[in-house]
């Protein structure tokens, strides 16, 4: 099979002004496709999980078409006020576990910086409480392009690549005087006290996909259709993969079941590293807890694209499967969520950053945007309901060591913010 058509390039950076974003319809956006590399044994999984990171930056859809803005739009695009909530809520869990002296921001597929921007900004307009913090930034991305983009957007561009002495491809100093690097592995991110943040970024990993039959489970696999030249078709493995041994749990009840294995190795490695070196993680994805059956769907120029068609020039993406997630981390790190966005913005003091918003723009023009975003944002039938948030964290955030021999032995801790509603003292 010839390697995939090589998709358009990519689009200019789609965040505009502040308060005054891109109006965004229809969808939001997804991941991409791994499904080939010469030469391939057909017929192949949906999205090949043995293509790692190097193979993406040359074959993924993001290294060509970027697709954030053209394909897709995220919520920190939509609004400020997103990003806003998000840098306040690593604040308060910076306060919540002792106000640690340094900490790492480590991003995952921060597509065009615009999240991180929004972030540094609040730690910025914070910068009294994070005056005797050592914070750097740290951006995991293999999409030259993109990383172009962000590196544009957090440091006007003055950036050194491959920085002497560091695992980093890239460096920079942020506008507000903070060290950014840039890595094509989270594995390269030095070890260290560090809160994760993956938005939008799980759903963009290969996923494979089984369906239980009479004969037991099989796995959905793309194949070249005999009958229609260049034309792609799904087909079950004749019978039990590798995959279908080791992905199917045994108490799996669905008949058709998703499985991201990189999203769940990915989330081993943050435990680890929470549960070594302390900090939390945050992850905003749309997906569900463990119920959902077929969810692989592409999108191009923000409308659905059949996944089989002209493969690397969509947007292809899944749910995210927070059970699966949960399980990953289980016994190293405790889990929040998933928690739906309308709640966890809600939670956040969304309601009351809207109304401050509000009040300091003086044209109608901003006031509309801003309400429209908002909506676009909350409104459970366009982000609020699909869209989730799950927080890794030590245990001790959560419950006391001593509190099970001894439940009045200590204060409360504070409750953890946006899973229940925000304190800030
Ligand atoms: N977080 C951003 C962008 C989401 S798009 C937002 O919400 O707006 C997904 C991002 O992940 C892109 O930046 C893409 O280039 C990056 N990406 C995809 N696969 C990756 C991988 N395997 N390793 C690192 N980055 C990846």
């Known amino acids: 099979m010839a390697p995939f058509l090589p998709p358009s390039t990519i689009s200019s950076a789609s965040s505009t002004a502040h308060s005054m974003r891109k109006s965004c319809c229809g969808r939001q956006r997804g991941g991409y496709t791994r499904l080939t590399r010469g030469p391939p044994a057909l017929p192949l999984p949906p999205a090949s999980p043995h293509l790692g990171a190097a193979e993406a930056e040359h074959l993924g859809y993001y290294t060509r078409r970027g697709g954030v803005g053209e394909d897709f739009v995220t919520s920190p695009e939509i609004s400020q006020i997103f ?11 910076w306060m919540a576990m002792g106000k640690q002296n340094a900490f790492q921001l480590v991003e995952l597929g921060p597509g065009t910086g615009t999240l991180t921007d929004d972030i540094l900004r609040v730690f910025n307009q914070l910068a009294s409480l994070l005056s005797k913090c050592d914070v750097s930034i740290h951006l995991v991305e293999v999409s030259p392009k993109l990383s172009a983009i962000q590196a544009e957007m957090l440091t006007g561009g003055k950036v050194q690549s491959n920085p002497e002495n560091k695992s980093a491809y890239m460096k920079g100093i942020s506008k507000t005087g903070i060290p950014i690097y840039w890595y094509r592995d989270i594995q390269d991110v030095p070890q260290g006290y560090s809160f994760y943040l993956a938005h939008e970024f799980l759903d963009a990993l290969p996923i494979h996909k089984f369906q239980r039959t009479e004969k037991g489970w099989h796995e959905v696999l793309v194949d070249l259709d005999p009958e229609v030249p260049d034309q792609l078709r799904f087909v079950l493995s004749p019978s039990r993969t590798p995959a279908t041994e080791n992905f199917i749990q045994p108490e799996e009840t669905r008949d058709h079941v998703e499985v991201c294995p990189e999203a769940g190795v990915l989330i081993q490695r943050l435990a680890c590293r929470i549960e070594k070196d302390g900090g939390a993680a945050l992850i905003a994805d749309y997906g ?38 949960r ?19 809600k939670n956040m003091g969304i309601d009351l950053r809207l109304q401050v918003l509000l009040q300091n723009s003086r044209d109608s023009a901003t006031h509309e ?8 944002l909350m409104n459970p039938k366009k982000m609020g309901d699909c869209f989730h948030f799950f927080a890794l964290l030590p245990h001790h955030r959560v419950v006391h060591p001593t509190k099970k021999d001894n439940p009045q032995s200590k204060s409360p ?3 953890v913010a946006g899973f229940s509603e925000l304190s800030l003292t």
């Open 83 to 93: 990003g806003e909530l998000i840098g306040i809520w690593y604040i308060s869990e």
């Open 288 to 325: 569900h807890d463990g119920t959902k059956t077929d969810t692989f769907r592409g999108f191009r120029n923000h409308k659905l694209h059949d996944v089989l068609k002209a493969p690397g020039t969509a947007d292809l993406t899944a749910d995210v499967d927070f059970s699966y997630l």
């Open 327 to 345: 399980k990953m981390a289980e016994g190293r790190t405790a889990t929040l969520g998933p928690i739906k966005q309308r709640e966890f913005l």
């Open 369 to 376: 945007q801003l309400l429209h975003s908002f909506d676009m």
């Open 413 to 415: 801790l504070p409750p």
